[in-house]
């Protein structure tokens, strides 16, 4: 009796270490519809925040480069078309050359990028394309295939310095890089704006790598 029931036990144990395996080996499904935007411009909200007291992306204060980026993105944000969201633009102090999108609609520029664009056009171009992977709502999907949507949501102090984590180091996939510059270069050309500042833009990005 003693056996039959140990024997039962561990079948059963058994089952739950394959639901296990099995759920720790396929991803989460990737539909950003299981969060409201409501709910992404929370989040986004606290991982902004959360972002800027990193040293690293410490929040660059000049009135005169935030009237500039504005400039630029009120006039893309003209040529949008049903957007759901509510743009928020801020520059951080750091060398490094990069931007990228936190949900809610929020966009980190750094002052090297800023520095390293030659023509307003070309700034143009990598707020479009970042408005893409928000548009397409990118990193909704990537945040929820990494976690879960129940833990993005959690609330959780650990959990929400994991994201802050993924946020900013996170890459797209290509798929995901194609569709942010099919839509950066439909908005360029709706917002009047040379599209061709964003191959250009690549390009210069390109010679940079292949020098380092």
């Known amino acids: 009796m003693q056996r039959t029931i140990l024997r039962d036990l561990l079948v ?3 089952v739950f270490g394959l639901i296990w395996l099995v759920f720790s080996l396929f991803s989460y499904p990737e539909d950003p519809q299981l969060i409201s935007i409501h709910k992404e411009e929370k989040l986004g909200e606290v991982y902004v925040d959360l972002i800027l007291l990193n040293p690293v992306f410490g929040e ?3 009135s005169r480069v935030d009237s500039a ?3 630029i993105a009120d006039r893309l944000e003209e040529g949008l078309e049903d957007s759901e969201y509510n743009y928020h633009f801020v520059v951080f102090d750091s060398e490094m050359i990069n931007a ?5 609609g929020n966009i980190l520029i750094s002052t090297g990028l ?3 664009c030659d023509t307003p056009e070309e700034l143009a171009a990598v707020i479009a394309h970042e408005m893409g992977h928000v548009e397409e709502r990118h990193v909704v999907s990537r ?3 990494e976690l879960g949507i129940e833990i993005l949501t959690s609330g959780d102090q650990y959990v929400i310095g994991e994201v802050s984590e993924l946020l900013t180091s996170t890459s797209f996939d290509r798929k995901q890089e194609e ?3 099919l839509f950066a270069a439909k908005l360029l050309e709706t917002a009047s704006i040379e599209p061709r500042s964003l191959a250009t833009l690549f390009r210069k990005l390109g010679r ?3 020098m380092n």
């Open 69 to 71: 980026v504005r400039v």
């Open 143 to 145: 945040l929820i295939k």
């Open 12 to 14: 059963l144990l058994g």
């Open 114 to 116: 800023l520095a390293f």
């Open 208 to 210: 940079r790598w292949t």
């Open 179 to 181: 569709e942010a510059d």
């Open 100 to 104: 990228f999108t936190v949900p809610g």
């Open 60 to 62: 660059f204060d000049n």
